[in-house]
């Protein structure tokens, strides 16, 4: 049972436009939402998150939406630089439980 | 380098040998996470510790599997009897409880377990 969809595993975009990466989830329980993004051979690095208090968080060219009523939640990044490039797992929290997407993997072509 | 690090890297075993791995969290957080990673899945919970007591334990965690965090600080975890389906990316992960930013997880490196 997958309680955290990324359904796109893959995503090309060019070099200073706007990547949307979306994750949807099953659980309305749920209070807080992460965005990591991992490289080869490293471990997921934290990106930013988001309280189920809040829709929108703004990090720099991150943002992060969160749509309770959809379940949903997707990452804005612009503009999308080749350094952007590498997987992006959205995860999910509630007490001491966490879950994790599948990933999207992101290509961003200079 | 005060990040979370973990040894091996990389280990290889024949299948029904035992594993241990080890991770050193960042030194003042409280809070170790250990996850396993399989290829096109994001991680998936295994355990969680509070300082030294283990308060949380996934059902993915059968019982030749154990983890342990003497004195709060690095952990271990062990593999009994190795299968083919232990093939995976083991990560750890340390938050500081408390306040805001509690959730945020820092992750190792991981260490990668082939059984032949």
């Known amino acids: 049972d997958q309680q955290v969809k990324q359904n796109s595993p893959s995503l090309s975009v060019q070099e200073g436009r706007i990547s949307i990466l979306n994750c949807d989830y099953t659980?309305?329980?749920?209070?807080?939402f992460l965005w990591y993004k991992k490289y080869p051979a490293e471990g997921p690095t934290f990106l930013i998150s988001i309280s189920s208090i809040k829709d929108k968080n703004e990090d720099g060219r991150f943002t992060v939406f969160l749509n309770k009523s959809a379940k949903h939640l997707s990452l804005h990044i612009v503009p999308s630089q080749p350094g952007d490039s590498a997987v992006y797992f959205c995860a999910v929290n509630t007490g001491n439980q966490f879950y994790f997407g599948t990933g999207t993997s992101l290509t961003v072509i200079p | 380098d005060t990040g979370v690090s973990q040894n091996p890297r990389h280990k290889i075993t024949k299948r029904g040998q035992n594993v241990t791995f080890r991770c050193d969290p960042i030194?003042?957080?409280?809070?170790l996470y250990w996850y396993r990673q399989t290829l096109g899945q994001g991680p998936e919970f295994l355990t969680y510790f509070q300082n030294e007591a283990q308060l949380e334990k996934s059902r993915l965690l059968s019982d030749r599997f154990s983890a342990e965090r003497p004195k709060g600080s690095f952990s271990t975890l062990e593999i009994q009897r190795t299968e083919q389906g232990d093939s995976a990316m083991y990560l750890c992960a340390s938050s500081l409880d408390g306040g805001f930013s509690y959730n945020e997880q820092f992750f190792g490196p991981g260490t990668r377990l082939t059984v032949l």
């Open positions: 030194s003042e957080h409280n809070r």
């Open positions: 659980n309305s329980m749920f209070d807080y």
